[in-house]
């Protein structure tokens, strides 16, 4: 079954550190990528996505990502981060060639931001 | 309204109750999903609404579900004789129909259900 892997679970920064949040998938066709945001008490929101062309990828608030095919990744970045990022991400996959049209989502990342 | 709503936003019901969540879609938007988001993990997808037609339920994890749509906007996820494992936040999304290919998804605030 096609799955949805996040390796960080919890990740602490300082304010001004840069981010990495890796994302991988297990599947071989066309996939439509997504990383959403779970502000504390608020709901799932968009922050980019990928569908075709530039593999590189920019979202809201400075993040970006970058969709490598031959690793199946789609990594979530930021150069710079501020304590108001703090926040869980969720990497989010639609496997396009099954038909489907559900997001099958990764187990998130809290991220922690320390003034 | 401007986004998806859901209601109640909480709800607290004692094994064996039947309870009812109801989602409100954005204006316009064909497609409607309902995920089950457990603590500490990310969402899992329970079914899908395409207008009134329930496209997919695969997900939902047994009987006790039970989703409707019937007039292709307002959508029901009713689960009976609630058990404790059905503890969750459940969430509804809704999209535009197929737009170029793209489809995403914009979520409600949840219903977080306990189950005593």
């Known amino acids: 079954a096609q799955s949805v892997s996040q390796h960080n679970h919890h990740v602490i920064l300082s304010e001004a550190a840069s981010l990495e949040l890796g994302c991988n998938y297990s599947?071989?066709?066309?996939?439509?990528l997504f990383w959403y945001v779970q502000y504390p008490g608020q709901h799932l929101q968009l922050l980019l996505k990928?569908?075709?062309?530039?593999?590189l990828v920019k979202g809201i608030k400075g993040f970006e990502a970058e969709f490598i095919k031959s690793k199946f990744s789609f990594n979530l970045r930021k150069p710079s981060v501020q304590w108001s990022d703090t926040a869980e991400y969720f990497c989010?996959?639609?496997?396009?060639?099954?038909?489907?049209?559900?997001?099958?989502f990764g187990s998130g990342t809290r991220l922690q931001v320390q003034p | 309204g401007a986004g998806v709503s859901q209601s109640p936003r909480y709800k607290v019901a004692k094994r064996g109750q039947d309870v009812a969540l109801r989602c409100d879609p954005i204006?316009?938007?064909?497609?409607l999903f309902w995920y089950q988001q457990a603590l500490g993990q990310g969402p899992e997808f329970l079914t899908y609404?395409?207008?009134?037609?329930?496209?997919?339920k695969s997900g939902l994890p047994s009987d006790r579900f039970f989703a409707e749509r019937p007039e292709g906007s307002v959508s029901t996820l009713k689960i009976q004789r609630t058990q404790q494992e059905d503890s969750a936040v459940y969430l509804c999304?809704?999209?535009?129909?197929?737009?170029?290919?793209?489809?995403?998804?914009?979520f409600g605030p949840g219903t977080r259900l306990t189950v005593l």
């Open positions: 999304a809704s999209s535009l129909a197929r737009t170029s290919g793209i489809y995403e998804q914009f």
């Open positions: 599947y071989g066709g066309t996939v439509n």
């Open positions: 990928y569908f075709s062309g530039d593999p």
């Open positions: 989010a996959v639609i496997f396009m060639d099954t038909g489907r049209r559900a997001l099958t």
């Open positions: 204006s316009g938007h064909v497609s």
């Open positions: 609404f395409q207008n009134e037609a329930q496209l997919d």
